[in-house]
């Protein structure tokens, strides 16, 4: 069935059928989903999966890990090219790779990573000129992808090497949301299929290939790799080598594409918001004053930080955290049975008017105090809650200030921006006008 309303179906939950909009406009879809009851039930090609929205569904679904596990298809198809990593793996292998991974995003070791972040964003805008047009989606991502290839590999990579990594991941990231929605993509022997299985091989090649030149060297060189490669488990084992590939690829994931989400839609947000941008500009003058910021200049930037909270309530990164039940239960009053894929749609619960009136406003000062309970979840929620929240937030924080103490950007393109489909909520390209700021102390 696939209609444009909502119908009843047996038990009372809605029904619905999307899959274009889903694959082209993802948004749009969610949109239409408010008011249909929660769950939602919504068949996607061959399937059918139940969406939550309401807080306290969303905490049973994420709480209740035996329940709900990060098993089936989707998984599968996310497995494929994440590897068995810490954001994909299934309850059974998540408290050891947690227990590997946790030390290095230890806030010890913050300050470190602040350094690299400040310094790859200086480079980043040290290249751009004024009256330039640039793709501040792709200039984000770029920036993320450097400080993520930095803080693992800190001896760095040939450049080469790290351009084919990069384009690499673009074409995983861009192409690994749609076979998830529609598996039959990858068995259809299309240009597009050909073109993500030479990315696939090109980013496991890379990455074996910079393990094994660490194995190699054995040289501690104080960055994530180091640190996993010296990880032992509560049985004093080390990751495999696979496993170890797998986090590789996980983290690079987590440190790029979430990051430079945040920060590619806090840019478009801030310069569609005069008062706010105002609001920024007035902070960094007071604060880093032109120049690139630093991590001592954390406590003077609290609200460059609360943009990028309101950044991250309104197009959350993960924005679909999705679940399988491993036996028949209940979910509000409705049966579901073993292998149903549950989506808990951060999207919606960020947008839930009960929670944060007038939601669809940007507004920075909502985060002057603490969000409500359960209802801001940009980084998961419990056990899988990502470990490197503070990481990104750090990040984005740093190159939002960088940013907007010497620039003023302004969008060069008509029309709205409408979002990629990826696993990550990314903004589609977005050209924007540089104006170097004459009335800031850098001008």
């Known amino acids: 069935m696939r209609t444009d309303r909502p119908v009843t179906a047996p038990g009372g939950v809605p029904l619905l059928g999307h899959l274009p909009a889903l694959l082209t406009r993802p948004l749009d879809f969610l949109d239409t989903l408010p008011g249909c009851g929660d769950p939602v039930r919504v068949r996607v090609g061959p399937r059918e999966m139940y969406v939550v929205s309401a807080p306290e569904l969303v905490r049973q679904v994420l709480a209740d890990r035996a329940g709900y596990d990060r098993t ?19 309850r059974a292998d998540h408290r050891r790779l947690r227990r590997i991974v946790q030390p290095a995003f230890q806030p010890a070791l913050l300050p470190h990573y602040a350094a690299a972040m400040t310094d790859e964003a ?24 450097a400080v993520a290839v930095r803080t693992l590999f800190s001896a760095g990579l040939e450049p080469r090497a790290a351009e084919a990594l990069r384009g690499a991941l673009d074409v995983l990231l861009r192409g690994i949301y749609r076979r998830v929605v529609l598996p ?7 240009p597009a299929r050909r073109t993500y299985r030479r990315a696939l091989a090109t980013w496991h090649a890379g990455v074996a290939a910079i393990i094994a030149d660490y194995r190699a060297r054995g040289i501690d060189r104080g960055d994530v790799l180091s640190l996993l490669l010296a990880a032992r488990d509560e049985d004093g084992r080390p990751l495999g080598e696979r496993e170890l590939a797998d986090q590789v690829a996980t983290l690079v994931l ?35 004053a032109g120049a690139p910021a630093r991590w001592q200049d954390l406590p003077q930037l609290p609200y460059t930080a609360r943009v990028i909270s309101e950044a991250l309530r309104l197009y959350p990164p993960a924005w679909a955290i999705s679940r399988t039940t491993t036996r028949p239960t209940e979910l509000a009053g409705v049966r579901l049975p073993a292998g149903a894929l549950v989506v808990c749609c951060l999207y919606l619960l960020q947008r839930r008017p009960e929670l944060f009136p007038d939601p669809e406003r940007f507004d920075p000062d909502r985060f002057a105090d603490e969000p409500p309970r359960g209802g801001y979840l940009p980084f998961g929620s419990g056990a899988t809650r990502c470990p490197g929240d ?3 937030l750090t990040e984005a924080t740093l190159a939002l200030a960088t940013v907007a103490g010497r620039w003023r950007l302004r969008p060069a393109g008509t029309g709205p921006v409408r979002p990629v ?16 700021r004459v009335s800031g102390p850098a001008g």
């Open 254 to 288: 987590a440190g790029a594409e979430t990051t430079s989400s945040a920060l590619a839609w806090s840019l478009r947000l801030v310069a569609e918001h005069p008062e706010v941008e105002r609001a920024l500009h007035a902070e960094v003058d007071a604060g880093p």
């Open 390 to 392: 503070r990481f990104g």
């Open 184 to 190: 039959a993509a990858d068995l259809l022997p299309t």
């Open 421 to 436: 489909p990826r696993l990550v909520l990314s903004p589609g390209p977005q050209p924007m006008l540089l104006d170097e």
């Open 72 to 90: 089936g298809p989707l998984y599968a198809k996310i497995r494929a090219f994440l590897g068995n990593g810490l954001a994909s793996c299934p």
């Open 122 to 145: 200086a480079a980043l805008t040290a290249g751009w000129r004024a009256g330039q047009v640039v793709d501040v989606t792709h200039e984000a991502f770029r920036l993320t992808t």
